[in-house]
């Protein structure tokens, strides 16, 4: 080739499609296992629940940007103690060097991030497209109306999920220290931190009832009735009270499963929440 031609040859070579088969074997399986805990601390940490008191986070791994806190179960870092973090990632940096150049085909091959996401998106991959023969056939089909039709009904699942969203979010979270209380009534009282979160841009009223109970009641702290205000696109945490009369199914079992019912009655929107309610026999 000289720089006198007219059309010079390209210099890179045309992109090939790549169709990874499955296989079974031992280190296989054993990168499964691997991809699974992995993932599982990816996804898993964020949920775990640690009890720090009032008025703070109980989220167990947290960085607070809003209030400037680092949260690490019983461990919190002030910003004037972020050297800490710092060493810790300086460790962990050296840690990462020293395990690669010992063992570098064991990190990549097994616990490097691209290569446990690239296994996950290549199991969705056969999970909706088939295996290595499926996926060539596809690739090799003509572009017609029917090629496309799983990205067609995914978008249209999407876009049907977003129009039907809604606009409530709830999560109840039984208070188990104690489980119950018996009022000088003879009547059974569990405790409840009910969260609910107001997606809508104003200010929206919420009222808590339980579905199918006609006997038990509800209890809002500090409230008059069972109805809460909620501020536009906030969150707000309540403490309620269900209350099963003496001598009732719910009062004298050990755990009856209850549902909670929360209604905006602006729009009629409805959603719910399952819990359970503990009664005598649960001591």
Request: hydrophobic share 45%; net charge positive.
């Amino acid at each position: 080739m000289t720089m006198n031609q007219p059309n010079p040859r390209s210099l890179y070579a045309p992109r090939e499609p790549i169709f990874p088969r499955r296989v079974a074997a031992k280190f296989r399986a054993r990168k499964w296992w691997i991809m699974g805990v992995t993932l599982a601390i990816c996804h898993v940490t964020p949920w775990i629940h640690w009890d720090r008191g009032p008025s703070l986070p109980d989220q167990a791994v947290l960085i607070d940007m809003a209030h400037r806190r680092f949260y690490f179960f019983w461990i919190r870092i002030w910003p004037q103690e972020f050297y800490f973090v710092a060493g810790l990632l300086i460790m962990a940096g050296i840690g990462l060097f020293l395990f690669t150049s010992a063992l570098g085909r064991v990190w990549c091959g097994y616990t490097c991030p691209q290569t446990v996401w690239t296994d996950l998106f290549i199991l969705v991959e056969r999970w909706i497209k088939g295996d290595r023969n499926a996926r060539v056939r596809l690739w090799n089909a003509p572009m017609t109306a029917r090629k496309p039709r799983g990205l067609i009904g995914n978008l249209a699942l999407s876009d049907a999920a977003l129009l039907v969203r809604p606009q409530i979010e709830v999560a109840v979270s039984p208070i188990r220290n104690p489980l119950f209380v018996s009022l000088s009534d003879g009547s059974i009282g569990n405790a409840y931190d009910v969260r609910l979160r107001n997606k809508w841009g104003d200010e929206r009223q919420f009222n808590i009832e339980l579905a199918g109970d006609p006997n038990s009641q509800v209890r809002l702290e500090r409230a008059d009735d069972s109805s809460v205000m909620v501020p536009a696109d906030t969150t707000a945490l309540h403490r309620i009270y269900v209350l099963a009369p003496a001598n009732t199914g719910s009062a004298m079992a050990d755990t009856t499963d209850i549902r909670f019912a929360i209604e905006e009655p602006q729009s009629a929107e409805r959603v719910g929440a399952d819990s359970v309610f503990h009664g005598k026999e649960a001591q």
